[in-house]
């Protein structure tokens, strides 16, 4: 199946929970409204002529400019992206959706963005959401055991968020 | 009822188990690396395994947004230590395939014999670490006195013998030096005998059969559901091997080879013949047919590097000279998943048109190995954890990168 097809089943489906896709790119994706995604992802995975059975990686992507100059000149606005890939064992068939998340809850700032989990639907994702919530601070609602994986339980921050700076000390141990 | 000491059965069921906490790691010796497994156990019954990783993090992604491609190969040696080459080339197709740079031939067999080799020689260590967990301690060093020969043979193609960084985005940093090819047929061949001794030493061997054949045993549903790959994933019989199903970019680089994914079908693995049958305790999913995909898929890299050595000889032109260390990467995202020893291995990069990428993301195959060992663990004995954990064949570098 192509891309186009498996927008066209999509959108079919959900209707505006299809937010927009982009074919061009060397792996097209699908974007999918925040609570659209675990209606989308069952669907993808139950539905014999996709059967979506295995989830490659759930990870996220930070779009901020640090530097004031870069960021009056971007073109998109501050936000992360949630990226799923997914992958059908049956049919051997490759699919990635994308979900735009603001970086804020509500613009305030520490406030981490809410995100419904789909741990329920692939195991997967429940290591995968955790190393997202740690180092990338996206809260998935429903998750049985969001805690930190890679970083220590105590740590401040998520590291892979591009405002993120090193602390001083941690423990006694010097940092920067 | 009061118990008498007349009749000792009754002191025994008098016994009271309390629920105990266990604490596994991290500096374990059957850990594999630094791996804290916390168990609740009752008795000798594991109730619960809850693992604790992260002792290796050092955020490689961050990094990997502060440096171009080239510049990031060293850091994909350094996750998965053992498998150096394929972490290499896994890193190089992603890249490579967000340029849509395609390798010259000669590159292309070049690459398939390097990665092979690699396979081989992290298979040894998983199989003599293997005996280890389960406290055999002579496979170890039959397994590292091969091992040793293939490393001596990479250190000679690119200068160092386990962080290499020598497959790149483009191509390889060197060609292959001359009498390379010969000397690596050379091993082969006389490797290819003492295949025979490991078996003998752990595969049929009644001690380890005991220790391996029906424990952990997972479902090829279980497989799928939990992102498993590799050889654990095919030790549950599931027919998966992406240099068979995966992207074209990656198959694209087998084209030509003639191989069969290892895995269960009838109850007889492709090639089995030449070695022992399957004991009777073996259950397809558990400990020990994961190692023995292992095993027969080192026989099956001996077979693609000889291919490999034959088409390499033939082929003419460049090996594939590595990219310009600051390349322009176009604007974009590509995923790419490889075939490492372990499992599938994936890379991710978003670029948005310089040379260093916007986001790096490596996607462990150990990482998504080792979350099957909580429900795989339930219900077993303390001393069938290691031998659970093992079987999985995890390098703690490329879980915590």
């Given at each position: 199946m192509s891309g186009q097809a498996f927008v066209d089943q999509l959108k079919q489906k959900f209707g505006d929970k299809i937010t927009g896709a982009n074919l061009e790119n060397?792996?097209?994706?699908?974007?999918?409204?925040?609570?659209?995604?675990?209606?989308?992802?069952?669907?993808l995975r139950d539905e014999p002529s996709l059967a979506f059975d295995y989830l490659n990686s759930v990870t996220a992507v930070d779009y901020l400019h640090t530097d004031e100059k870069k960021a009056?000149?971007?073109?998109?606005?501050?936000?992360?992206?949630?990226?799923?890939?997914?992958?059908?064992?049956?049919?051997?068939?490759?699919?990635?959706?994308?979900?735009?998340?603001?970086?804020?809850?509500?613009?305030?700032?520490?406030?981490?963005?809410?995100?419904?989990?789909?741990?329920?639907?692939?195991?997967?994702a429940d290591w995968h959401e955790r190393e997202?919530?740690?180092?990338?601070?996206?809260?998935?609602?429903?998750?049985?055991n969001l805690r930190r994986i890679l970083c220590p339980e105590d740590w401040v921050g998520h590291p892979l968020r591009k405002?993120?700076?090193?602390?001083?000390?941690y423990h006694g141990i010097r940092g920067r | 009822m009061t118990a008498t000491i007349d009749d000792p059965r009754v002191i025994e069921f008098d016994v009271r188990t309390d629920e105990m906490l266990v604490n596994m790691g991290p500096q374990h010796p059957s850990t594999h690396g630094v791996l804290r497994l916390v168990?609740?156990?009752?008795?000798?019954?594991?109730?619960?395994?809850?693992?604790?990783?992260?002792?290796?993090?050092?955020?490689?992604?961050?990094?990997g947004e502060n440096l171009t491609p080239r510049q990031w190969i060293p850091y994909t040696d350094r996750m998965d230590y053992l498998a150096g080459m394929n972490m290499n080339l896994g890193w190089s197709l992603a890249v490579e395939k967000l340029m849509k740079y395609e390798p010259p031939e000669k590159g292309r067999h070049l690459r398939v014999i390097i990665s092979e080799m690699g396979r081989?020689?992290?298979?040894?260590?998983?199989?003599?670490?293997?005996?280890?967990?389960?406290?055999?301690?002579?496979?170890?060093?039959?397994?590292?006195?091969?091992?040793?020969?293939?490393?001596?043979?990479?250190?000679?193609?690119?200068?160092?013998?386990?962080?290499?960084?020598?497959?790149?985005?483009?191509?390889?940093t060197a060609d292959l030096p001359p009498g390379w090819l010969h000397k690596c047929s050379a091993f082969l061949d006389q490797f290819e005998p003492l295949i025979a001794e490991y078996h003998t030493l752990l595969t049929t061997n009644a001690i380890f059969v005991k220790r391996a054949a029906g424990i952990g045993i997972m479902s090829p549903e279980m497989a799928i559901d939990y992102g498993t790959s590799g050889p654990v994933?095919?030790?549950?019989?599931?027919?998966?091997?992406?240099?068979r199903d995966g992207e074209e970019i990656y198959t694209a680089m087998y084209d030509g080879y003639a191989f069969e994914v290892i895995v269960e079908k009838n109850g007889h693995y492709p090639k089995d013949h030449i070695y022992p049958q399957i004991p009777s305790e073996a259950v397809l999913g558990d400990c020990w047919h994961r190692f023995y995909v292992r095993m027969l898929e080192v026989i099956q890299a001996i077979d693609l590097v000889r291919q490999g050595i034959e088409y390499y000889s033939t082929a003419t032109g460049s090996y594939g000279e590595p990219v310009k260390l600051n390349q322009k990467l176009?604007?974009?995202?590509?995923?790419?998943?490889?075939e490492a020893p372990r499992g599938q291995m994936g890379f991710y990069l978003v670029s948005d048109g310089s040379p260093i990428p916007w986001r790096v993301r490596a996607r462990s195959s150990s990482f998504c190995n080792l979350s099957v060992t909580g429900p795989l663990c339930a219900g077993c004995l303390i001393a069938d954890v290691p031998a659970i954990v093992g079987s999985l064949d995890i390098v703690m570098g490329e879980i915590d990168r």
């Amino acid at each position: 199946m192509s891309g186009q097809a498996f927008v066209d089943q999509l959108k079919q489906k959900f209707g505006d929970k299809i937010t927009g896709a982009n074919l061009e790119n060397v792996d097209p994706w699908i974007e999918v409204t925040p609570d659209g995604i675990v209606d989308v992802c069952q669907y993808l995975r139950d539905e014999p002529s996709l059967a979506f059975d295995y989830l490659n990686s759930v990870t996220a992507v930070d779009y901020l400019h640090t530097d004031e100059k870069k960021a009056a000149k971007s073109e998109w606005q501050p936000h992360l992206e949630v990226v799923y890939h997914l992958f059908s064992m049956q049919h051997k068939h490759s699919l990635v959706l994308k979900v735009m998340l603001p970086r804020w809850q509500n613009e305030e700032v520490g406030k981490l963005p809410q995100l419904a989990t789909v741990s329920h639907i692939w195991q997967t994702a429940d290591w995968h959401e955790r190393e997202l919530y740690d180092l990338l601070g996206v809260e998935f609602i429903d998750h049985p055991n969001l805690r930190r994986i890679l970083c220590p339980e105590d740590w401040v921050g998520h590291p892979l968020r591009k405002d993120y700076e090193m602390p001083l000390e941690y423990h006694g141990i010097r940092g920067r | 009822m009061t118990a008498t000491i007349d009749d000792p059965r009754v002191i025994e069921f008098d016994v009271r188990t309390d629920e105990m906490l266990v604490n596994m790691g991290p500096q374990h010796p059957s850990t594999h690396g630094v791996l804290r497994l916390v168990l609740r156990t009752d008795g000798e019954i594991v109730s619960e395994v809850t693992p604790h990783i992260g002792y290796l993090h050092r955020c490689a992604e961050k990094i990997g947004e502060n440096l171009t491609p080239r510049q990031w190969i060293p850091y994909t040696d350094r996750m998965d230590y053992l498998a150096g080459m394929n972490m290499n080339l896994g890193w190089s197709l992603a890249v490579e395939k967000l340029m849509k740079y395609e390798p010259p031939e000669k590159g292309r067999h070049l690459r398939v014999i390097i990665s092979e080799m690699g396979r081989i020689a992290s298979h040894l260590v998983g199989m003599g670490a293997y005996g280890l967990d389960l406290g055999t301690f002579s496979p170890f060093l039959y397994a590292f006195r091969e091992r040793e020969k293939i490393l001596d043979l990479f250190e000679e193609a690119c200068g160092a013998r386990l962080t290499y960084s020598y497959l790149t985005v483009g191509g390889a940093t060197a060609d292959l030096p001359p009498g390379w090819l010969h000397k690596c047929s050379a091993f082969l061949d006389q490797f290819e005998p003492l295949i025979a001794e490991y078996h003998t030493l752990l595969t049929t061997n009644a001690i380890f059969v005991k220790r391996a054949a029906g424990i952990g045993i997972m479902s090829p549903e279980m497989a799928i559901d939990y992102g498993t790959s590799g050889p654990v994933l095919r030790g549950s019989g599931v027919d998966h091997d992406l240099r068979r199903d995966g992207e074209e970019i990656y198959t694209a680089m087998y084209d030509g080879y003639a191989f069969e994914v290892i895995v269960e079908k009838n109850g007889h693995y492709p090639k089995d013949h030449i070695y022992p049958q399957i004991p009777s305790e073996a259950v397809l999913g558990d400990c020990w047919h994961r190692f023995y995909v292992r095993m027969l898929e080192v026989i099956q890299a001996i077979d693609l590097v000889r291919q490999g050595i034959e088409y390499y000889s033939t082929a003419t032109g460049s090996y594939g000279e590595p990219v310009k260390l600051n390349q322009k990467l176009p604007v974009g995202e590509a995923y790419l998943e490889t075939e490492a020893p372990r499992g599938q291995m994936g890379f991710y990069l978003v670029s948005d048109g310089s040379p260093i990428p916007w986001r790096v993301r490596a996607r462990s195959s150990s990482f998504c190995n080792l979350s099957v060992t909580g429900p795989l663990c339930a219900g077993c004995l303390i001393a069938d954890v290691p031998a659970i954990v093992g079987s999985l064949d995890i390098v703690m570098g490329e879980i915590d990168r």
